[in-house]
């Protein structure tokens, strides 16, 4: 038994890798299991086949040595079965390492090969870095990058695409300053860097006399631009840089550069964040600059200090002819400082500070003011200025005194009757006055009723602008039952009147016989049917003055279109050239009757009759 159990025993195949070290002793086995005598130096031995004298044979691969035995004696098998028995347990420990190996040798082989690929792909699409390219190395003016879309200004990472459209934009640009004399730039939105661009093409430029960049997001840093430009420009006459936030810093930086122009008549700098500061510079330009005669500056944060400089500026200045000043916060002690100003001052003609908050006080220091001015104010505009009739008082005392003054607006105050009265025993006295608003300032009947009183005497007056007073049927009467036969107003403004279908009727009344009002304003007033029938029968009266009539917000319906119409139709020498029906009842039937009518008088007479629905 034993015999046979050695035979079978022996007979089994047995490999052994064993390591090409020359060490002794214990040792690490495969993946550093620990492994002890002659199997600690990695000997794998094979026995198989007949026995052979010769010496074992080893086969080298690398650092491992094969060893292939034979069994030939039976003091080797005896041995050969102890050590078996020995490195049973050895490989019992070496089973699971195997196993181990089996999965981790190709996951390891794999994340290699993957790191090395995605090595190689990466530098494949890596793009070469280029040499710098030579538009790199160009002016600011030639490299810059531009944007016109709505709300963008000049951003820096565009497509090429849109850099190339925005770069031929402003080349368009530039080239319509070379080729126009007058160039409406605004609302563009070039900002500063396009600035920059087209100041060079007003250096030395011999076309452009009037140039808008209004509202371009330009800052104080874009008005740089001009500087060594403008100072070259000699045939540029205006500049409008309204609707830019340059604020008091650029302003500054304009008034350094137009200090030297010597061709700059106008500038506007409307809506501009102006405060005090740039107003002091303003009045230092002032009172160097022999060029400049209109000067806008509405819409600004002037207060009282801005006021008080512009206003030494003026007595210094002799050149200047029009200041506008509208919306900002002069206040009454800004229209006393200004007042001091005028007094010396001879060249103004035009002085807007409407929206100032003057007051009445501020009236009355502005009227003292323009009285003792030397020079010939043509046109003064005070209106919204919480004036009562205690400046009305002043201002007529003014209107009284002035033989220049052609122009008068005081709408939107509260003068009331009272004050009217007192501007109408003015107007009996001067003889300049050509166009007066008294809008908005809750004039009723008894006020309309002076106003008329004064036109029957007074043929200077052209244009009467009492809109959006309530002066109702009987002021509407009191003003027609006048201008019947008397005055030379060519221009009504009766809107917002109240004066209803009653009062229509006597305006429609007055129509058949005046021969001066050309432009009629009855908007908003309630005629309804009713009026447009009464002015429709007037219409139909041969008229060769009036050639606009507007009924805009009456709530006419459809039988008062069709009587315009008719009355459009029956009189084919009507003059009215413009009639506006917008915001009223009718329906697409009344349109049609009115459209009908143009088209039929267009046929008959070839005169074109524009109707606004």
């Not at 740039?278 to 600059?289: D, F, H, P, Q, T």
Request: glycine share 10%.
């Amino acid at each position: 038994m034993a015999s046979s159990s050695s035979i079978s025993l022996h007979s089994l195949p047995k490999l052994t890798l064993r390591a090409s070290g020359r060490g002794r002793g214990p040792g690490l086995g495969f993946f550093g299991v620990p492994c002890s005598g002659y199997y600690a130096r990695g000997a794998l031995r094979a026995r198989t086949g007949p026995p052979s004298r010769s010496e074992p044979r080893f086969f080298r691969y690398g650092g491992l040595v094969i060893v292939a035995a034979s069994a030939s004696r039976s003091g080797r098998s005896r041995r050969a079965y102890r050590e078996a028995e020995g490195e049973s347990s050895s490989l019992a420990v070496a089973a699971p390492v195997k196993q181990v190996a089996s999965f981790a040798v190709p996951a390891g082989v794999f994340v290699v090969v993957t790191f090395v690929l995605w090595k190689l792909v990466e530098k494949l699409m890596m793009p070469k870095r280029g040499a710098p390219s030579k538009i790199e190395n160009k002016s600011l003016t030639q490299g810059m990058k531009w944007s016109f879309a709505a709300g963008t200004n000049l951003l820096s990472n565009l497509s090429a695409k849109i850099e190339r459209q925005s770069k031929m934009k402003i080349n368009e640009f530039a080239k319509e300053l070379r080729s126009f004399s007058s160039v409406d730039m605004s609302g563009r939105n070039f900002g500063d860097e396009g600035l920059f661009f087209l100041a060079e093409s007003l250096g030395y430029n011999q076309t452009a006399e009037e140039v808008s960049f209004a509202a371009n997001g330009i800052t104080a840093a874009g008005i740089k631009a001009f500087d060594g430009v403008l100072q070259s420009n000699i045939v540029l006459k205006t500049l409008d840089l309204s609707g830019n936030p340059i604020g008091d810093e650029g302003v500054k930086s304009l008034c350094d550069v137009l200090v030297n122009n010597t061709g700059i008549q106008k500038v506007l700098l409307n809506s501009t964040d102006l405060g005090d500061e740039g107003a002091k510079a303003i009045a230092e330009l002032l009172k160097k600059n022999s060029t400049l005669r209109i000067l806008e500056l509405n819409n600004n944060m002037i207060d009282y200090s801005g006021f008080t400089s512009l206003a030494g500026a003026l007595l210094e200045n002799n050149t200047m002819r029009n200041l506008h000043l509208n919306n900002n916060y002069g206040g009454a002690l800004g229209a006393n400082a200004l007042a001091k100003g005028l007094e010396g001052n001879k060249s103004l003609r035009e002085l807007h500070l409407h929206g100032n908050s003057i007051g009445d006080e501020g009236a009355r220091a502005l009227m003292s003011g323009l009285s003792s001015h030397k020079g010939k104010l043509a046109l003064l505009d005070i209106g919204n200025n919480s004036i009562s009739s205690k400046g009305a008082f002043h201002a007529a005392e003014y209107v009284k005194k002035s033989k220049s003054l052609l122009w008068l607006n005081l709408y939107m105050n509260d003068i009331g009757d009272e004050g009217a009265e007192k501007i109408a025993d003015a107007l009996k006295e001067n003889r300049t006055l050509t166009t007066i608003d008294l809008g908005g300032n809750n004039i009723r009947a008894k006020g309309a009723a002076a106003i008329s009183r004064v036109l029957k005497d007074n043929s200077v007056i052209t244009t009467l602008e009492i809109g959006y007073n309530p002066i109702g049927p009987d002021g509407a009467q009191a003003l027609a039952e006048v201008l019947k036969f008397h005055g030379n107003i060519k221009t009504l403004k009766l809107g917002w009147c109240q004066i209803g279908a009653k009062g229509a009727e006597s305006i429609a009344d007055m129509l058949r016989y005046n021969t001066t009002i050309s432009i009629l304003d009855l908007r908003a007033n309630g005629l309804r049917d009713e009026g447009a029938v009464c002015l429709a029968r007037s219409l139909k009266v041969v008229n060769e003055a009036l050639t606009s009539l507007d009924l805009g917000f009456n709530e006419i319906r459809d039988d008062g279109a069709f009587a315009i119409a008719q009355a459009l139709k029956t009189n084919e020498d009507v003059a009215v050239s413009a009639l506006n029906l917008a915001s009223n009842l009718f329906t697409k039937f009344g349109q049609s009757a009115l459209t009908d009518a143009r088209d039929h008088v267009f046929e008959m007479s070839e005169k074109e009759i524009n109707i606004f629905f």
